[in-house]
């Protein structure tokens, strides 16, 4: 059996896979679809990209976190899944809200080649006095542009303006590298 993607309803996905509230996981339920299924079994793999989790599910692959998103809300998610903390592996529902792209944007990690350590916060190399810069870029503009005798200056001017635009607390940290959080305090933590 296949089933269209704008054709797949929560009624069916809640016939083949459940959800864990304790372990953000959905697992199998039945086989009726594939000899390959194991009942009580997780459900997919880690994608190629070793970001999150995908399930192939009668004929079609899907992330975990949107057909959890199905599964309980009844709907397909409208924009994106956003993973409060960057985790995309942690699937709990407290840690996945349906945002859109500006949104996702306002909360993502700190990018790998960051030499500073602080997201928006750089070497400008060719001022040897106020070499530190901070900026940050809203819809598209640069609305915050500042040069600092220090790092530490450039830092605080760049967390103040992410404070003003509304940036989610979450912005800027590194990417977790494990699968395994925990949530404390009612705000998600890796």
Same mark, same amino acid.
């Given at each position: 059996?296949?089933?269209?993607?704008?054709?797949?309803? @929560?009624?069916?996905?809640?016939?083949? *896979?459940?959800?864990? @509230? $304790?372990?953000?996981?959905?697992? %199998?339920?039945?086989?009726?679809?594939?000899?390959?299924?194991?009942?009580?079994? =997780? $459900?997919?793999?880690?994608?190629?990209? #070793?970001?999150?989790?995908?399930?192939?599910?009668?004929?079609?692959?899907?992330? /975990?976190? =949107?057909?959890? %998103?199905?599964?309980?809300?009844?709907? %397909?998610?409208?924009?994106?899944?956003?993973?409060?903390?960057?985790?995309? @592996?942690? #699937?709990?529902?407290?840690?996945?809200?349906?945002?859109? @792209?500006? /949104?996702? #944007?306002?909360?993502?990690?700190?990018? =790998?080649?960051?030499?500073?350590?602080?997201?928006?916060?750089?070497?400008?190399?060719?001022?040897?006095?106020?070499?530190?810069? $901070?900026?940050?870029?809203?819809?598209?503009?640069?609305?915050?542009?500042?040069?600092?005798?220090? *790092?530490?200056? $450039?830092?605080?001017?760049?967390?103040?303006?992410?404070?003003?635009?509304?940036?989610?607390? #979450?912005?800027?940290?590194?990417?977790?590298?494990?699968?395994?959080?925990?949530?404390?305090?009612?705000?998600?933590?890796?």
């Amino acid at each position: 059996m296949k089933v269209n993607r704008n054709d797949m309803t @929560q009624a069916i996905v809640r016939e083949y *896979l459940e959800y864990s @509230q $304790a372990t953000g996981h959905l697992t %199998w339920k039945t086989k009726k679809h594939s000899r390959k299924v194991v009942v009580g079994n =997780r $459900a997919g793999s880690i994608s190629t990209n #070793n970001r999150h989790r995908v399930i192939k599910f009668l004929g079609i692959v899907y992330a /975990e976190h =949107r057909l959890i %998103w199905l599964h309980q809300y009844g709907v %397909w998610p409208i924009g994106h899944i956003d993973h409060v903390d960057h985790n995309e @592996q942690h #699937n709990h529902l407290k840690n996945l809200r349906d945002v859109t @792209q500006f /949104e996702n #944007n306002i909360n993502s990690s700190k990018r =790998r080649d960051n030499t500073t350590g602080h997201v928006g916060v750089w070497i400008n190399k060719l001022n040897t006095r106020k070499k530190f810069m $901070a900026e940050l870029n809203w819809k598209g503009e640069r609305m915050h542009y500042s040069s600092h005798y220090s *790092l530490e200056a $450039a830092i605080k001017a760049r967390k103040n303006a992410e404070l003003f635009y509304g940036f989610h607390i #979450n912005h800027g940290i590194d990417k977790p590298m494990e699968s395994s959080t925990t949530i404390k305090s009612g705000r998600i933590s890796p």
